[in-house]
């Protein structure tokens, strides 16, 4: 089960490193995934897929079933009258918040991942490593023993607590947002009329979101009781600050899981650190404000996949792997940033903060343009990559899912190759492998070259570089 030699040796079976273990697989590049647990994760911090990820999703197949029982929430409510409409304001497939539960995303990216190839290894862990230049020598601790895996890249997708960042010996500088949050899954006697309950009071803070199979995870935080995370929590605590926070406590009773933990907002400074990567929580951790966490992670691995895949398989152009931490560093800060502000703005203690906060953020939602940046901000279809090659300004956006002749642009990525866009047929010469030709259903539709994960690498246009100059900047 543990292979000697791999192409890519991932280390965490999160949503990060499932979803790159299978874009990897799916690229025909031999990866080893090691997860420490035996049956996966059973801790579920996130329940929120945003449209961005969804749309990634998508590009693989798996959206709809991603979607299975899942329930959707077309309107953010962050304070009293600040309302993201993200059904109005999302020009996406997905206007919308999935709610549905981390276990199930992983359910369905380890079943992607193990029908593409990927060699997912369960009860182990990552020991040491050593990059040597020219590759990566590992040691895994799997049954007992200590097995030596060679390979050509590393990737930690291995959370907070990453033994791959340790081992770089890289700091990851920032500060505790928010101590002493509780958890837990418990049964509710009158469950929320709206999808999700979810309110802050100053002194309390509560959430609630289902399982979608009679069980709800509560989240609680009580500015009254600043205890250690080894700190027991009892339901009585839980009831009074959700009652706080919410007006009643649903009835809750039958908990199954009780638990402590604090939220941490820190991001390590390089992504990148000769042939080992950084992705996900690994990289970066944020509040739970926005519920942007697990998608952040995901949507890393989107960025990371193709790019190795073309480094093992010998195509990738000098410095591509470079883009990885100067397009994805960017997006994580941003997260920081904005999950910092909402969860810091959540938590005013003063009515009279609180009431200008209200008013601010309802009057800035107001204005579309505002509007649009904090929904594009929080589904992460607002974030753009730099210019690598052009300046027109649709250059490292994401790509809208355009309609085409034989299908959807989402659909043609689904075989992970770049897609050009054409209003015709057309032809490319020398790199017919890596790309794909797509005619637009529009026939005014401006050339495109989109990349594996969805962003715009070229468009044709006056004065702009011409295509064969395009490719060879992402294709060598």
Do not use: C
């Not at 500088?173 to 709206?194: F, N, R, W």
């Not at 604090?262 to 950084?278: A, N």
């Not at 906060?357 to 990559?385: C, E, M, Q």
Request: hydrophobic share 45%; aromatic share 6%; no cysteine.
């Amino acid at each position: 089960m543990i292979p000697e030699k791999t192409d890519v040796l991932v280390i965490g079976g999160g949503p990060t490193g499932l979803m790159l273990a299978g874009d990897l697989a799916r690229a025909g590049v031999a990866v080893t995934l090691v997860e420490k647990h035996a049956h996966g994760s059973e801790l579920t911090r996130a329940f929120g897929v945003h449209a961005r990820t969804l749309e990634q999703f998508d590009a693989r197949g798996i959206a709809d079933e991603v979607r299975t029982g899942g329930a959707t929430l077309d309107k953010l409510r962050l304070f009293e009258h600040a309302v993201v409409d993200l059904g109005k304001l999302l020009d996406s497939r997905f206007p919308y918040l999935l709610i549905t539960p981390q276990t199930h995303v992983e359910d369905v990216l380890r079943k992607r991942a193990l029908e593409a190839g990927a060699n997912l290894v369960t009860a182990a862990e990552l020991i040491t490593f050593t990059d040597t230049g020219d590759g990566v020598d590992a040691e895994v601790r799997h049954q007992d023993s200590v097995h030596p895996v060679r390979a050509r890249y590393l990737v930690g997708a291995d959370g907070y607590h990453s033994r791959v960042r340790e081992t770089l010996g890289l700091e990851f500088p920032g500060k505790s947002v928010l101590k002493s949050i509780t958890l837990a899954d418990v049964q509710l006697s009158e469950p929320p009329q709206d999808v999700l309950a979810v309110n802050g009071v100053g002194d309390a803070f509560a959430f609630i979101a289902p399982f979608g199979d009679g069980w709800y995870r509560i989240f609680a935080w009580n500015r009254r009781n600043q205890v250690p995370d080894s700190e027991p929590v009892t339901l009585e605590e839980l009831r009074e600050v959700v009652t706080r926070a919410l007006g009643t406590d649903f009835g809750m009773h039958s908990p199954r899981w009780l638990s402590r933990f604090h939220s941490d907002e820190r991001q390590v400074e390089s992504y990148r650190v000769g042939r080992v990567f950084l992705a996900g929580d690994a990289a970066h951790v944020h509040s739970p404000a926005g519920g942007q966490g697990m998608n952040t992670g995901i949507q890393d691995a989107a960025n990371l996949g193709w790019k190795l895949a073309a480094a093992v398989q010998g195509w990738a152009p000098e410095g591509l792997l470079d883009t990885y931490h100067a397009e994805r560093h960017p997006v994580g800060a941003e997260v920081l940033r904005s999950s910092g502000a909402i969860i810091r703005a959540a938590m005013l203690e003063s009515k009279l903060g609180q009431l200008v906060r209200n008013t601010l953020a309802g009057g800035a939602l107001s204005l579309p343009p505002v509007a649009h940046k904090v929904a594009g901000s929080l589904s992460g279809i607002g974030f753009a990559y730099p210019r690598r090659h052009g300046t027109d300004h649709l250059v490292g956006t994401r790509a809208a899912d355009i309609e085409l002749t034989d299908g959807r642009l989402y659909e043609a990525l689904r075989d992970g190759k770049f897609v050009l866009v054409t209003a015709a047929a057309t032809a490319v010469h020398g790199q017919d492998d890596r790309v794909r030709i797509a005619v637009a259903a529009d026939p005014d539709q401006r050339p495109m070259l989109v990349r594996p994960d969805g962003y715009i690498a070229w468009v044709g246009a006056r004065g702009a570089v011409d295509l064969d100059a395009a490719l060879a900047d992402w294709i060598h």
